[in-house]
């Protein structure tokens, strides 16, 4: 303890860190109830101040080593330059291991582009809710706050998240207009300056989480490196950004220089930069001179250019009047082929019905011809029965001419001879009725013969009537495909 002692004694810059140590020492080694009050923080930062800098140059020559991603410039410098320029204008804050563990969080939090990001490193809200609800559905933090509509997902070199950290920022950097708000306004909290001021401001006061960077690391305490995630997130990824704070830490230490000695240096620049400006307002007037050559070739150029473009809108509109006018050809092309295929179907349902009927009709002959073949056997089988009948009447009559001559008949037999004589006639009658009908049959196999021949020719006509019908509708299908495609005529 005695050594301790001498040391803030030989070091008055460190007496702030003598007043923490006699405090700690009078309460039993405690501090008080809630060591991230806002007592507890500006009673470290009002006692004493920082008597160095970071010399920027210095410091981006040590940290290439640990992270190569400084080499490649750009945002990487801004926002890191913007960081440790509000450390050098802030003399309050002494504990170099805050800035560096500051360091670490902002590389974690944006994704190693130590500048001022959305979640998700989206461009707009609509692509940050996208990515959120795919790769964290059911969370709520990101979802539209219906108060005032904004979407508090992660913001910021910090990741600012939830709407009422959004408030309490505003309560903290006294912000009262609501056009400036971050409540109001979320992505006011992407402005490099201001997501600047919410990073430092709630790890010192610890308003993120209600663990700040004086619970962690304390005046003469070694620090917390691995808890000290707590600050901003639980221990997520906490032991990765101790070693990221660490890493910061080494350069920010080879980095230190006195004060004086970095005023000094930068009076220097000033003076140097001072004697430039005569040079520089000679080359100057040089420059000017150039310019306004420069700027009477460039006008010329752009005359010529603006002449350029006139011609250019012109063939435009030409071709834009061409366009319209092929627009409308297409157009009227695509309704004529509409229509043509409107016919083309209505003629196929005209041909699908004229071939049933021809089925229809076809059938029927086969049903005809099928009849008069039954005819035809039935009028053969009737000529035999005639003929047969013929032979009978031929020998019955031969028989009959001879009794007369051969036998004295009595009365009874003549009758009886006179009955079958009258018998005979009655055949003979029915012989001559069935030659009649015969004759009657022959004439109507002929007649329906004549009917089938008649339909026959009528199907043939048809059939004919069809392909001439096929070939028509299949030219207006090419010349209706002729004039779409080449706006002319296919014959």
Known sequence: MLRTFLRLVVQPQRLGALAIAVATLTSGGAWASNICSAANVNAVLENGQRSNKIDKRLFYENIKASFPVFDKGGNHYIGTDAILDYWNRNPKLKDNRWLAYLMGTTLHETANRMFPVRETLASSDEIALQRLR?????????????????????????QLTWHYNYKKADERLGITDREKSFYWNADLALDPQASLDIIYDGMLYGWFTRRCLLEYFRPNVQGDWLNARRVINGKDRAADIAKLSQKFLTAIKAAEVPASFAETVEAQQ??????????LRTENTKVLKQVDDLRTEMLAQIEALRADMNRERTRFETLTLSNERLASDIAGARTELGASRQQVQDSMAELAATRADIDATRQQLSQTQTEIEATRTDISDTRGDITLLRGEIDDVRAELAALPRQLELSVEDQQRLIAMESSLASSEAALRAAEGDRRLNRDGVQAVERQMDALAEQLNQQNRQLNLMTQALQQANNRTLWNYMFGGSGE
Do not use: A, H, M
């Open 134 to 158: 795919r790769f964290l559905p059911g969370k709520t933090y990101y979802e539209r706050w219906d108060e005032t509509g904004q979407y508090y997902y992660g913001r910021g070199y910090v």
């Open 270 to 279: 000033n003076s140097s930069v001072g004697q430039d400006i005569e040079g």
